[in-house]
């Protein structure tokens, strides 16, 4: 996956943050993928993990079995899209990777956007502030997006 700037649509992102605060509850974490076209950058459609491993958000963290990239990648291959990023929610206001985001990408291949929304995504977000932007490298290398630098950008589209 090469590197680029994702645009997300402003009325996918408040779905997207709703979605996440509903399956959150305001007391553990949620996440989904973020899809869009195979040669594009600007997300169409979101997916989220306990959609596709029921059992993803039982622990209060998010623990995603493997077997949940196989409804992953055939809607992937059925709709002709790919995964451009991933989003999860942290309980305060750190937005920071723990050692397990940093350890386990949700995909890992260079390029690969995670997004890191905090407070259990309980505030609608119109921007990207505060909000953790983490590029995937390779070999467990990260690099950290200040929200302002374009990396991610939400628009009106």
């Known amino acids: ?44 459609r979101f997916i989220c993990y306990d959609d596709l491993d029921p059992h993803a958000f039982d622990t209060g ?17 059925e709709k002709k899209l790919r995964v451009l990023a991933d989003v999860h929610t942290h309980p305060s206001s750190w937005t920071e990777q723990s050692g397990s985001d940093r350890t386990h990408p949700m995909i890992s291949q260079p390029g690969h956007v995670a997004l890191i929304v905090p407070n259990f995504a309980r505030r609608t977000l119109q921007k990207l502030h505060g909000v ?3 590029e995937y ?4 290398n990260w690099k950290s997006w200040q929200p ?9 589209l």
């Open 61 to 77: 963290i998010i623990q995603f079995d493997g077997s949940g990239y196989v409804p992953l990648w055939k809607l992937c291959r």
């Open 1 to 44: 996956m090469r590197s680029q700037t994702l645009t997300i649509p402003l009325f996918l992102w408040w779905r997207l943050l709703r979605e996440l605060r509903r399956r959150g509850r305001g007391k553990r974490e949620s996440g989904a993928f973020l899809l869009g076209l195979a040669n594009g950058s600007k997300v169409l």
């Open 132 to 134: 953790g932007i983490h």
């Open 137 to 140: 490298l390779g070999n467990h």
């Open 148 to 156: 302002k630098s374009g990396k991610v950008r939400i628009a009106i």
